[in-house]
């Protein structure tokens, strides 16, 4: 293995414990986490590790009601819009940046998301993805009285190839239009 695959695999891997130490509220480790992201980073200058870091400081921030410095929500925003194509890291720091994102930036990244990620609509969890990131920015576009942005967004997840055997998701998407009609 490449030291690229090495590094990729090791983001993903530190990545897979931010959702639990974010839903248990678990500061502790939270920051931890962050800290050592951060001295990685500092060790070889990789762009996943930064991106990682932002994301986990992002979280931490937001747990302690804090803001994330400005100059580092721009990287990781220009980091996703240099992306050609969306894999299921970008597309897991995405889904996990954008109640952080100022609701613009939010909108244009999930107006990308189908444009970025049509390779993989194939994939059965990639799809799932797209459309909880979907659906969570139409939920943030809602919550910032952005009705237009919601409607488009709504549309484009009506418009998407969603057979039946993604309840959970269509369920989802009838949840955030009927918030979005009231």
């Known amino acids: 293995m490449n030291s ?5 695999s090791d983001e ?7 959702p639990n130490f974010i839903f248990e ?3 502790k480790e939270l920051k931890k986490l962050m800290e050592q992201m951060w001295k990685e980073y500092e060790k070889d200058g ?3 590790r930064k991106v990682s870091a932002i ?4 979280h931490y921030k937001g ?6 410095e400005e100059e580092k929500l ?6 996703l819009f240099q992306c050609e194509v969306w894999t299921q890291f970008d597309l897991f720091i995405l889904g996990n940046s954008i109640e952080y994102l100022p609701p613009n930036t939010s909108i244009v990244l999930s107006k990308e998301l189908i444009k970025k990620t049509k390779l993989f609509h194939g994939n059965r969890l990639v799809f799932e993805t797209i459309i909880n990131i979907l659906v969570n920015t139409c939920l943030v576009c809602i919550k910032e009285n952005r009705l237009s942005a919601a409607q488009e967004l709504i549309s484009n997840l009506q418009a998407l190839d969603i057979d039946e055997t993604y309840f959970f998701e269509r ?3 009838k949840f955030v239009f009927g918030c979005y009609l009231v």
Do not use: S
Request: include cysteine; glycine fraction near 0%; aromatic fraction near 14%.
């Open 4 to 8: 690229y695959n090495a590094i990729y």
């Open 46 to 48: 990789n762009i996943y």
């Open 25 to 27: 509220r678990n500061l």
């Open 74 to 79: 721009l990287f990781l925003t220009d980091y």
């Open 55 to 58: 994301l986990i400081e992002m």
């Open 12 to 18: 993903v891997n530190l990545l897979n414990l931010l």
């Open 171 to 173: 369920v989802l998407i």
């Open 63 to 68: 747990c302690i009601d804090k803001k994330i």
